[in-house]
């Protein structure tokens, strides 16, 4: 599939689905002594293809036809697919194509589906090294429009409005059937998108109805009574006794 700036994928991606025969095959085209791993000879036909003066040196030793064909291409690529392969001539190929596919400058979809891709490695090489993506310094001028203080009360009545009526859905949704709490508490997604799908409201308006009647407060947590003959003597709370007023003599009742 094309992308940005008329430029397909990188050869990498394109050769996902090749077999290691295939990329053999066009290294020995290109004259490039081939690897013996597959991953090699991927890694060695990306390598050249990365070279823009390798692949224009390619190109300058291409037929009439195809050179015309690459540059159409070059200026305007368009891809159908992401796995993609060498493949044998078909009744899809253009006029001249043959010769660039042997050599990797082009890329046949696995099914034969949409013409040839063109690699972005080859397109950015034959633009030339004085193409640039097109740069405007200027922002463009938003339009502004005028509004009074009424316009602005009648949106946000509107906007109320229909806040409400989606809210009381929704509390007449867990109303009709309560929804069930996780044991960690608050209400878990499955229960949310019940809800939401019975009232027909999104997930932030269900969300702002059921928060100030506790749908996602946490239930307290409490520990459960122990009698103090069962809890250590290190953990057990001592109540402490006042120290004595120093001012008041010792053994007169206060």
Same mark, same amino acid.
């Given at each position: 599939m094309g992308g940005p700036l008329g430029l397909d994928?990188?050869?990498?991606?394109?050769?996902?689905?090749?077999?290691?025969?295939e990329l053999r095959a066009v290294l020995v085209t290109l004259g490039i002594k081939p690897p013996s791993a597959k991953?090699?000879?991927?890694?060695?036909?990306?390598?050249?293809?990365?070279d823009p003066g390798a692949v224009t040196e390619v190109v300058a030793r291409a037929p009439a036809i195809t050179q015309k064909l690459l540059a159409r291409r070059a200026d305007s690529t368009t891809g159908q697919r992401q796995f993609s392969m060498f493949g044998a001539s078909g009744p899809d190929l253009e006029?001249? @194509?043959?010769? /660039?596919? &042997?050599?990797?400058?082009?890329?046949?979809?696995?099914?034969r589906y949409g013409p040839a891709r063109? *690699?972005?490695?080859?397109?950015?090489?034959?633009?030339?090294?004085?193409?640039h993506a097109p740069f405007d310094p200027l922002p463009p001028s938003a339009q502004l429009v005028p509004i009074t203080s009424a316009e602005v009360e009648r949106e946000a009545a509107a906007a109320a409005t229909a806040f409400a009526a989606r809210a009381a859905s929704v509390l007449?949704?867990?109303?009709?059937?309560?929804p069930a709490r996780l044991k960690s508490g608050g209400i878990g997604a499955r229960e949310?998108?019940?809800?939401?799908? @019975?009232?027909? /409201?999104? &997930?932030?308006?269900?969300?702002l109805a059921r928060q100030p009647y506790g749908a996602h407060s946490?239930? *307290?947590?409490?520990?459960?009574?122990?009698?103090?003959?069962?809890?250590?003597?290190?953990?057990?709370?001592?109540?402490?006794?006042?120290?004595?007023?120093?001012?008041?003599?010792?053994?007169?009742?206060p």
């Open positions: 994928r990188p050869l990498e991606e394109l050769l996902a689905g090749a077999t290691s025969d991953q090699q000879r991927l890694a060695a036909l990306v390598e050249h293809h990365r006029p001249g @194509a043959r010769w /660039a596919v &042997d050599r990797g400058l082009l890329i046949v979809d696995r099914h063109m *690699p972005v490695e080859v397109a950015l090489a034959l633009r030339g090294s004085d193409w007449s949704a867990c109303s009709a059937s309560p949310l998108a019940r809800i939401g799908k @019975a009232a027909q /409201a999104d &997930d932030a308006v269900g969300r946490q239930p *307290p947590r409490t520990r459960p009574a122990v009698h103090r003959s069962l809890v250590p003597p290190a953990r057990r709370r001592t109540r402490l006794r006042p120290l004595p007023d120093p001012r008041r003599p010792v053994g007169l009742n």
